[in-house]
Antibody, heavy 118, light 110 residues
Framework: EVQLVESGGGLVKPGGSLRLSCAAS????????MNWVRQAPGKGLEWVSS????????YYADSLKGRFTISRDNAKNSLYLQMNSLRAEDTAVYYC???????????WGQGTMVTVSS | QSALTQPPSASGSPGQSVTISCTGT?????????VSWYQQHPGKAPKLMIY???KRPSGVPDRFSGSKSGNTASLTVSGLQAEDEADYYC??????????FGTGTKVTVL
């Protein structure tokens, strides 16, 4: 079964850091570009970051201003998101998503909740 | 990197059709044929319904169709069914390697 499973979410204080992981299974992970998308409570979807299959190209939403770092380990079939200097507005469910082509995200994980609060 | 504009809500009776618009600019929707549409039920992950403006992934019913004219893309759901009640989001390539989503539309089946 093609599957993505996120982990690493939780409660963190403002200014803190968190590292999210996404474990892929059921497909050739190294052949696909991967993405992180987030959704604040009761709000819409927001694209966060993309990484190409071989990590050659990495892109971020302008709003992140260098606080987040996406990476992947194709040997471990895993995607990561290092989040630093967290703010209350970063509170959201974070999804990892596979790109079928370009911005067509065809496989999504179940999401992991990140809460930034003192 | 502004969000694309969608109507907050749309509705229709079972069997009817509903069309959702997604308005951007010539720098995103109008400039590229990379518009995707997602369906999201409460508490669930989004599901890809349409990509590259008109293409349907395997398993998506042909009741769902996409189109684009100028800076506005549209998703049409024909033959509305109860299970189509959900939030729908568009997405486009926005140039400069970013992928803005739309503001979202809640579809209600009356």
């Amino acid at each position: 079964e093609v599957q993505l499973v996120e982990s690493g979410g939780g409660l963190v204080k403002p200014g803190g850091s968190l590292r999210l992981s996404c474990a892929a299974s059921g497909f050739t992970f190294s052949s696909y570009n991967m993405n992180w998308v987030r959704q604040a409570p009761g709000k819409g979807l927001e694209w966060v970051s993309s990484i190409t299959s071989s990590s050659s190209y990495i892109y971020y939403a302008d709003s992140l201003k260098g606080r987040f770092t996406i990476s992947r380990d194709n040997a471990k079939n895993s995607l990561y998101l290092q989040m630093n200097s967290l703010r209350a507005e970063d509170t959201a469910v974070y999804y990892c998503a596979r790109a079928l082509v370009f911005n067509a995200f065809d496989i999504w994980g179940q999401g992991t909740m990140v809460t930034v609060s003192s | 990197q502004s969000a694309l504009t969608q109507p907050p809500s749309a509705s229709g009776s079972p069997g009817q059709s509903v069309t959702i618009s997604c308005t951007g600019t010539s720098s995103d929707v109008g400039g590229f044929n990379y518009v995707s549409w997602y369906q999201q039920h409460p508490g669930k992950a989004p599901k890809l319904m349409i990509y590259e403006v008109t293409k349907r992934p395997s398993g998506v019913p042909d009741r769902f169709s996409g189109s684009k004219s100028g800076n506005t893309a549209s998703l049409t759901v024909s033959g509305l069914q109860a299970e189509d009640e959900a939030d729908y989001y568009c997405s486009s390539y926005g140039g400069s390697n970013n992928f803005p989503f739309g503001t979202g539309t809640k579809v209600t089946v009356l």
